[in-house]
């Protein structure tokens, strides 16, 4: 009896050895020799509910009902697998540190080095924008290093003590044809710098205050889980067509504001 409940065990963890614990699993089983007995078997339940006992007592309880099953009859199990969808494929934001959620998200792309960590977002961050065929190995930090340092010399801006909004200003200046802008945390009332110009190219960029360090935001919806971040005040809302910026140009109503028309201080600090 014990072989025979070892091998069924065994065959259950076989069958369901591709399953998620999420996923919904029904299991009948036939007697293929007596064709008269009942089909045995459970209702759908999850993958991570279906345990010994759990099995067992339906398993008894559905032989009993048979006219015969012998342990020399040839079993027909049937596995009802339904993969179930879980969650919207994002990361659990609430308890946990932003180091943490620059690693596990997606739409965030860690910088790993610690020294000239500012510098070596800007240069991972602008062929992200250009699709230039560095980023690949950029963003692996790959090469990268010979790169940050000609940057840092070419400006003469050190980061010996860190990079704060000095660092960032100066860095606004020298890429004139980028707007960089700057999180503190992962919500967009969190925004800390914004190096605002008429130009369409931005850069994120995720200051972690509590390591001092910063990472790039490859994609600003995904790393905020919202639909829609206006690009002109950094506001949130489901769609685009519902939200009125008041960031926006008064002559065409593009965001964000137009360079002709004035309304935009060179760098905003929040």
Known sequence: MSHFLASVTELFEYALRD????DMVGLKIRNEVNVQDKPIGFSFRR???IFENVIWPVFEKDVQSNARFNALDRLVVVVHWVAMPVGFGGVKTKGRQLAALA???TSIIEVMTEENCLALALIIAIPGLEKDPNYDSYRRECRILPVVNHLLQTTGIYLTNGGGITELTRFQEYYKEYRIIVYGGLNCEDMTFDGVN???????LLYDETTRHYHVINILTGAMAKRYVCEGCGKWCRRDQTHKCHESCS???STPNCAF???SNPVRVL
């Open 261 to 263: 028309s004035g309304g």
């Open 251 to 253: 002559d065409c109503m």
């Open 47 to 49: 993958k991570d509910q």
């Open 198 to 204: 008429e130009s369409e190219k931005i850069i994120y």
């Open 103 to 105: 690693h596990l998200k």
């Open 19 to 22: 399953c998620q614990d999420s």
